[in-house]
């Protein structure tokens, strides 16, 4: 998409040429790191998105559960990624709002996510996401609306 909403002129790649575009990607952010988040699936066609996280025990609060900003981070990065990924790589996605409702505590080990385009407008996009424990039980569930940009240094 342009900034206008317009489909970009440049060629999309397949799915799986995009999954290994960002699975072998050697300038990941370090809050990707920190997150251990992996893409893992992807359908352009549908807007979709799935990925894995590591719920570290450092992310733990007293209880033992995953305090839940590292939960909303998880989100709020699932979404983003699935934005510039609808984007075919030529825009970021600053996240204007974001609503998340927690369902059920999140432990150590991994987590998976899946987020999906909704709206993708010419200023706004709109995006879900829900988070997953290894079980696949739904731990929480975001909605977000991002402003896309064309991809600069902030």
Same mark, same amino acid.
């Given at each position: 998409?342009? =900034? ?5 002129? #440049? ?6 040429? +995009? ?15 920190? %997150?251990? +988040? ?5 359908? =352009? ?21 995953? =305090?839940?900003?590292? *939960?909303?981070?998880?989100?709020? /990065?699932?979404? @983003? ?15 204007? /709002? +974001?609503? *998340? @409702? ?12 899946? $987020? ?5 407008? #010419? @200023? ?5 996401? /829900? %988070? ?6 739904? *731990? $929480? #569930? $975001? @909605? ?7 991809? #600069?240094?902030?």
């Amino acid at each position: 998409m342009s =900034q206008t909403g317009e489909p970009e002129d #440049k060629p999309r790649v397949s799915d799986d040429e +995009m999954l290994a575009r960002f699975q072998t990607s050697k300038k990941r952010p370090p809050c990707t790191e920190t %997150l251990g +988040m992996q893409l893992t699936h992807v359908d =352009q066609a549908n807007m979709t998105c799935r990925f894995a996280f590591e719920a570290r025990d450092i992310f733990a609060n007293p209880t033992g559960a995953i =305090q839940g900003g590292f *939960i909303a981070a998880m989100l709020d /990065e699932a979404m @983003s990624t699935a934005a510039i990924i609808a984007s075919n790589v030529t825009m970021n996605a600053p996240t204007l /709002e +974001m609503k *998340i @409702s927690f369902l059920r505590p999140l432990f150590v080990g991994t987590a998976t996510a899946e $987020a999906k385009i909704l709206k993708w407008g #010419k @200023s706004t996009c709109f995006i879900e996401a /829900e %988070l997953f424990d290894p079980d696949g039980k739904l *731990i $929480a #569930k $975001a @909605s977000a609306t991002q402003a896309p940009k064309a991809f #600069k240094r902030f």
